[in-house]
T-cell receptor
Framework: KQEVTQIPAALSVPEGENLVLNCSFTDSAIYNLQWFRQDPGKGLTSLLLIQSSQREQTSGRLNASLDKSSGRSTLYIAASQPGDSATYLC????????????FGKGTTLSVSS | NAGVTQTPKFQVLKTGQSMTLQCAQDMNHEYMSWYRQDPGMGLRLIHYSVGAGITDQGEVPNGYNVSRSTTEDFPLRLLSAAPSQTSVYFCASYGAAALDYGYTFGSGTRLTVV
């Protein structure tokens, strides 16, 4: 059974720091991996999608990497801002495309000004 | 382009009542799924569908029914509400042509069962 773990569960940093959020999964047979952001009381916003054949994806200050063989992904946030404060969720898709996502429990990030 | 629309946004039910959470998408996505989100438990899959007329159970299907008569709609039915079903429910869709975007989520339905 696929399990997704995110470490740390919570992280507090001062504004301007670069930071890394970690995601690990137990079964390397995945279709893709997706990072989401969730603000309190809100829905999920997709940040980055990495296909199983890819190593990384970038969007602005965000960079996500994928190492399927070791079952790991990282989300790198450069020059953090208070507006980055949110919960970040990692989710993997099983090999059969569209058969729904398996989520980690998230990392709650707080960036202080 | 509205994406994934969930209604209602909030609902309070009494134990034993039934109701339907609505989910509609306008992106012609073939795959749709329902999740519940609980503190400390993360998001867990309830049911999913890989196309009209095809549904399957996820991790926590008990107490819920789904059907998929059209590509656009994927309603979630609570048969007899219980306090344990108090949660935030999210619907998501995914299209094979949307390889660059992944799953799209609705804004959620916050359900309280008293």
């Amino acid at each position: 059974k696929q399990e997704v773990t995110q470490i740390p569960a919570a992280l507090s940093v001062p504004e301007g720091e670069n930071l890394v959020l970690n995601c690990s999964f137990t079964d390397s047979a995945i279709y893709n991996l997706q990072w989401f952001r969730q603000d309190p009381g809100k829905g999920l916003t997709s940040l980055l999608l990495i296909q199983s054949s890819q190593r990384e994806q970038t969007s602005g200050r965000l960079n996500a990497s994928l190492d399927k063989s070791s079952g790991r992904s990282t989300l790198y946030i450069a020059a953090s801002q208070p507006g980055d404060s949110a919960t970040y969720l990692c989710a993997v898709s099983p090999p059969q495309a569209g058969t729904a996502l398996i989520f980690g429990k998230g990392t709650t990030l707080s960036v202080s000004s | 382009n509205a994406g994934v629309t969930q209604t209602p946004k909030f609902q309070v039910l009494k134990t034993g009542q039934s109701m339907t959470l609505q989910c509609a998408q306008d992106m012609n996505h073939e795959y749709m799924s329902w999740y519940r989100q609980d503190p400390g438990m993360g998001l867990r899959l309830i049911h999913y569908s890989v196309g009209a007329g095809i549904t399957d159970q996820g991790e926590v299907p008990n107490g819920y029914n789904v059907s998929r008569s059209t590509t656009e709609d994927f309603p979630l039915r609570l048969l007899s509400a219980a306090p344990s079903q108090t949660s935030v429910y999210f619907c998501a869709s995914y299209g094979a042509a949307a390889l660059d975007y992944g799953y799209t989520f609705g804004s959620g339905t916050r359900l309280t069962v008293v």
